[in-house]
């Protein structure tokens, strides 16, 4: 008799965009620098801005390894938080920051995000990420 196999998991993707009234470089600095990160978000951040070394953030939350890293334009991280399904690979997460007039657009692709808790993460990208973000560069 043959086993029923488990359900295969189901991914979306999640894209986002958003302007902010800085240079690319500030908004590359601000998500990738763990000191900058903590200022923003009042939370623990880890890691630094190299090719392979690991990070976290949001109190360790959530955690990942840089992957691709161009000052002022990409950042691409593979990317899980705690609640992560056990059996789900690593999400990829890519930022792209474009001059636009008068600062900064930042679009967002978050890649192989387990589709159960796809929501979640979607309102947590702008409650805990663009929210913030918009206060720390209004300063």
Known sequence: MQKDSPPKQK????RQSVFFRVSPGEVFEALIDADKRRQWTGQRATGDSKVGSRFTTTDGYIFGKNLELEKGKVIVQEWKTKEWPEDAPFSIVKFMMKMERGG????????????????????????????????????
């Open 104 to 139: 900064t657009r930042l679009s967002l692709v978050h890649s192989k995000v387990p589709a159960k808790i796809a929501d979640y993460i979607k309102s947590g990208w702008v409650e805990y990420n663009w929210e913030p973000l918009k206060k720390y560069f209004a300063w």
């Open 11 to 14: 991914f979306v993707t999640i």
